[in-house]
Structures are given as structure tokens and as C-alpha cells.
């Protein structure tokens, strides 16, 4: 098939520090590649994603204006005219590609289906096919029709493989509320373990809650890296006893569980949104409600088997799976209706 996949022009494909759509992106790409599709990203032209690419933007960056984002849309649908699919990440371009597309257009929200973003994709869902990312993401998708639910993928030979550790616990992500950053914090100190966090901290909001909540009880065996490289967040994830993951919102899918996950590496999470979908309680990690949970879920880490951890990201988070789940849509989506 001919697949043209449009990025968001935000960051670049892959990111080079946090950017979960844009590594979720850089995966599908190279897998449809790699199954023998003919594969065109529109994207921005400091991406090194090795497929075929074609960009308007020179660089990627979030203070790109309305107008760098309409040239954007209207370049790459004009480009992936003679395409079987259009698969578009992002969130008004389908607005557009319904009315000029040649083939199937495709999307995937990223993000959660809060009520505002359901309204747009009531009118997106006129021409367009929606993906969600878990069953729990769809199950919030209200009356909206969800084409399939496709789970995200990775590479799990891009990420090494940790052995018995003594380097602690790991928290990566965002530095927000909802991500439960003081939780973890609590929940370390409590179990006895030591505790690194490697989180983006850019928007005012970010800083809001670091200053307020995290800050003041960072210290002794609890370290703040801030936001760290694709290569390090590696290699932390490889060293770490487990990933503490304590999120507060029902989020949508959780791409660093499943880094972990590759690395052999464990996940101590709340069972809030997609968690029960990837993390096989007892098995690759374990799932409690509450801080005390947590806590002795955390003491238990060093039961769990890493070669385990790491056969799930091979077998149900694969790059390969994420394509082949794809190509059965793009394929009935071409083939019209039955």
C-alpha cells in the first residue's frame, strides 16, 4: 500500500526528549516500512525518521504560529494525493482533508476524549475513521464511532536490557499533578527505596506544581534530573529496579510503561486508565489503588521476572504488531463497504 502519514509540526519524528505521539509516529512509520509498504511522513524537516519524508516547516518547535500549522496541513495533504491512505496525527487536519482527500483519512487522538475534543471529532467522524489507543480510551469516546483500537508499539531491540539493579526506582514523564510525582515520591520514601525522576518541566503549569509539591520534599535518596535525552532515559530505565508510575487520570495509554517494559524493568502503577491493558498484575508488574499498595508492591519488585517483562514488549507491544493492527484497517477502509 501507499500509506501517507501526517505528523503534528510540534516536535520532531523521533523526538529528541519527550514527545510520546512523535515516538508512537516514528514506530508505525518504520514498521509499515519495514512490512513493505510504500511510506511517505510529512513532518518538519529536522526529523530523522528513515522513511521517505516531505515537510513545509524547517524545524519543529511548540512556537509555531496558525499559519505554519495551515501550511503544514495543506502541504502534506497536497502531497499525499496519489496515496492509498492518509493517516493524520493531527488534530485539525482531518477538518481539512475531508474535503480535498483522494483516499481514506485516518486519525488517532492522542489525547484524552474530554468533551470539547468529542464535539470536534463528531464533525471529523463525517469523513474521517478514528482510532483510539486503548479500549478504556474508547470506552470514554461517548457516541462517537470508533473505527478500531490499536494499541501503541516500540522496538524492543532499540532498548537495552537491565539486569538486577540496586539503582532504585525510576519516575518518567511529566512533571503535572495527574502524573502523581509526590506520590511517587511518598511511595519510595515509604518503601525504602531510592528514587530518581526524570520529568519535563517546561509550561508554567509544570513549574507551578514542581515548586509547590515536589520541590520541598525532594532530597536524600530522592534526586530531580529534569528532563533527560532519548539516551538516557534508556539507559534509567534499564538501571531501575522498577518504573513507579502512580498516575492519577485515566490516561489514555502510557508509552513509558511499555519502554519499560523492553527494558526488563518492572511498572508499580495505579490502575487508572489503560494500566490493566498493559501491565499484567503479579506478572510484569503489579497495579494498586492506594499509597500502602504501593508501598509493598514496590518491596516485592525483585520477584518479578525481567526476561518477562521484556517477552511482553516483544510479543504484544511490537512495532510490527502496532503495523500489521494498522494495515487490517487501512485494507477494510480501502476495500469500502461490505
Partial sequence: MKIAIIAPPWLPVPPCGYGGTEEVIDGLARGLASEGHD?????????????????????????????????????????????????????TGPLYGQRVAYAPVVTTNHGPFEPEIIQH??????????????????????????????????????????????AGALFLGRMAPEKGVHTAVRVARRAGMPLRIAAKLREPREHEYFEGQVRPILGGDVEFLGEVSAKDKLRLLADAACLLNPIQWAEPFGMVA?????????????????????????????????????????????????????????????????????????????????
Avoid at 524537516?45 to 518547535?61: E, F, H, M, N, Y
Avoid at 469523513?127 to 522496538?155: E, K, N, Q, Y
Wanted: aromatic share 4%; hydrophobic share 45%.
Fill in 39 to 91: 511510506v511517505l511522513l510529512f513532518t518538519t524537516d529536522d526529523s530523522t525518521c528513515p522513511v521517505a519524508k516531505a515537510s513545509v516547516l524547517d524545524r519543529a518547535g511548540t512556537g509555531a504560529g496558525a499559519w505554519d500549522l495551515v501550511r503544514h496541513v495543506v502541504r502534506a495533504y497536497d502531497a499525499a494525493r496519489e496515496f492509498d491512505v492518509v493517516h493524520d496525527h493531527t488534530l
Fill in 121 to 166: 471529532y463528531r464533525v471529523v467522524a463525517r469523513h474521517a475513521s478514528i482510532v483510539a489507543i486503548s479500549h478504556h480510551h474508547a470506552s470514554t469516546a461517548g457516541c462517537l464511532p470508533i473505527a478500531d483500537v490499536i494499541h501503541h508499539g516500540l522496538d524492543a531491540d532499540g532498548f537495552p536490557l537491565g539486569g538486577p539493579t540496586t
Fill in 258 to 338: 511499555i519502554e519499560a517494559l523492553a527494558c526488563g524493568t518492572p511498572v508499580v502503577a495505579t490502575p487508572c486508565g489503560a494500566m490493566p491493558e498493559i501491565v499484567e498484575d503479579g506478572v510484569t508488574g503489579f497495579l494498586r489503588a492506594d499509597v500502602d499498595g504501593m508501598v509493598e508492591a514496590v518491596r516485592e519488585v525483585g520477584s518479578l521476572d525481567r526476561a518477562a517483562c521484556r517477552r511482553a514488549a516483544e510479543q504484544r507491544f511490537s512495532i510490527r504488531r502496532m503495523a500489521l493492527n494498522h494495515v487490517a484497517l487501512y485494507e477494510r477502509l480501502c476495500a469500502g463497504p461490505q
